[in-house]
C-alpha cells in the first residue's frame, strides 16, 4: 500500500485501528469521531505499549503520518534560532520541533518512555513524535544492560543512552536520569545535575555530534529548582566549552516555560 500518497486522515484512521488491534486491552474501543480525539486516541495507545515489534506496514505508516506531522507542527532549523558569542542559545518551544544532531530526553531509570496516557511530560513527547522504533530501541538496549548486570539494573543518574530519533527532525536522542529532589536541595544533588550535562557533552564528542539541543533537566515533576538548575547547566557547559572550544558548533537551551527562559536570558548575559 502506497502510504506516500495517502492524506493524514487516511493515515490516522488505519494507525488508530492497527494500534486498537495490537493492544489486548483496548481492542473494543469506540474510535473517537473528530480528528483531535483520533489523534489523542492514538497516542494514547502509543504511550501505554509495551517495546516489542510490530508489522513492518505499521510501521512504514506511523512513519509516513509522523513525518507528516513534523512538517505541520513545523521545523526549526538552527539557522532560526540566533546565536551567542559562546554559541550558546535559547530556544522557547517544543523540542521535538528542532532540527539538531542531537536533542536531550530527560528520562527516567527505566529509559523506557512515559507510559502515562497523554502526559505532557517531555519524555513522552518525545516518544510520541518519534513513534514506537524508539522505545523499542531502547528496551534492546536496557535488555542487553540487564543480561550483563542483572534484572534489576536501572539506568544510573547522569548516565546518558544514545538512541537514533527515528521520526524526529533531530538526528539522535539522548536519554539521561536527572536527580529527584525530594528533601533538600544538597550538593550531592547538585553534582548529579551537573554530571548529566557534562556526560551529555563528553557523549557528543566521542559521537561527533556538534549541535546539541538541553531540556531543563530534573525541573518540573523532579522538583529541582528552576533557577539553580539553569546556574547549573550554564556553568556547566561553558566550562565544556572552554576545555573543547572545537567540539561543537551549537548548544540549545530549549524551555518551555518564561519563567525559564528568564533565567536563562539573565545567565547568558553574563560574562562567560
Known sequence: MDYERMTQEERLALL??????????????????????????????????????????????QDAYLQERAREKGIVTLSEIPAGRDRLSIWQGDITRLQADAI???????????????HTCIDNCIHTYAGVRLRAECGRQMRKMKKRYGPSYEQPVGVPLLTDAY???????????????????????EADLSACYRNVLDLCLREGLRTVAFCCISTGVFRFPGRRAAEIAVRTVRAFMKAHPEALDRVIFNVFKDEDRAYYEELLQEQA
Request: some cysteine.
Open 16 to 61: 488508530v485501528e492497527a494500534f486498537k488491534k495490537d493492544s489486548v486491552t483496548c481492542a473494543d474501543l469506540e474510535t473517537p469521531g473528530t480528528r483531535e480525539e483520533r489523534q489523542a486516541l492514538l497516542r494514547a495507545l502509543m504511550n501505554i505499549r509495551m517495546p516489542g515489534p510490530l508489522p513492518e506496514e505499521v510501521l512504514a505508516l
Open 104 to 118: 536531550v530526553n530527560a528520562a527516567n531509570s527505566q529509559m523506557l518512555g512515559c507510559f502515562v496516557p497523554l
Open 167 to 189: 521520526n524526529l527532525p533531530a538526528r539522535k536522542v539522548i536519554h539521561v536520569a536527572g536527580p529527584i529532589v525530594e528533601g533538600d536541595l544538597t550538593p550531592s544533588l
